[in-house]
């Protein structure tokens, strides 16, 4: 059913280009919107056009390219940052305005030393603006994880009575408990009159490793759009990960919630954003980490060999990866270096590999880990006459 789509809201070319080290020119850009097309993402946001001559230029080769997914230009609640998103997206087949203000009182306050009555005004304005050039217009209450919920609420129902499609509620400094974001969600749907002519969408960033929890809690609570990067990539610790949500709303199919996201692409585009934007991946990253199929632990290697769903809930297959790794360390057992050599084309016995384990163990205890060369050499002086089958 339409109402259990989830949509993806991709940001690895705004948020994720924020990180240090990560800048993209024009056609890096553009070829990583063309994968995310592929890949089945909803809308890519493209950039700040007004940051940059560069970043102008750079939404408007992704809204001229794309044809399937709407491309979005982000904003803030300015008149002329409005106009310059405009103009980026003109080409666009599905242009979408994402404007926004903070409204949290450290924000009203602090930032924009203002009150709380001027800043709604503000937000309604920059709608109507908005409103002027595309019919779908996105609203972000920036910092809406630390915003008072009645006064959040009386932003949303504003901004969508002066025609915002979406409603975007980012925890910005990733503050949340996910029943804390979850609550904030389900108090919007509860308390927002015109909640349903709007599409509530989660923001939420890593600061304290919540991002992905606190998405899941989000549409859990009524949200039906997860803002995300590829790799979690984002400001300070980062954003919610594409391919964890995905994964999460797949594997746990009782939730009733799915996306379009073609998932046996997720690890190639992980490694391609990887490349590109030259920050690697960390190796236990969930699902596109070098070691997210690796098993190096004798009890877990047993188990997985015997039955790879005792320590293995996604296929390998499933989200692009290579087969799952038979890791061998100094923790690994009997039933793993059996395998491995029969990986290599031994036939040993169990006599036969209890002898081996042992002259196993001392090379395992001297390097990280044992490779092939190592298991040969050691068939070779177990048994000089051992040939690979």
Partial sequence: MAEDKVSIFDTTLRDGEQVPGCKLN?????????HLEELGVDIIEAGFPVSSPGDFESVTQIAKAIKNATVCGLSRAVQKDIEI????????ARPRIHTGIGTSDYHIR???NSTREEILQRAIQCVKWARTYTDDVEFYAEDAGRTDNDYLARVVEAVIKAGATVVNIPDTTGYCLPHQY???????????PNIDK???SCHCHND?????????????AGARQIECTINGLGERAGNTSLEEVVMILKQHKHLGLHTNIKTEKLNPISHLVSDTMRMPVQPNKAIVGSNAFSHSSGIHQDGFLKDSLTYEIINPEEVGADSSKIVLTARSGRSALAYRFQKLGFQFDRNDVDV???EFVKVADSKKEVEDEDLLKLANQYQPEAVAI
């Fill in 26 to 34: 024009s056609k890096e850009k553009l070829k990583l919107a063309l």
């Fill in 85 to 92: 998103a405009a103009q980026a997206l003109k080409y666009a």
């Fill in 110 to 112: 602090a930032k924009f």
């Fill in 182 to 192: 979850g609550g904030k969600i389900a108090y919007l749907v509860n308390n927002v």
């Fill in 198 to 200: 709007a599409v509530i």
């Fill in 208 to 220: 304290l490793g919540l991002a992905t929890a606190n998405s899941i809690a989000g549409v859990i």
């Fill in 356 to 358: 081996l384990y042992n």
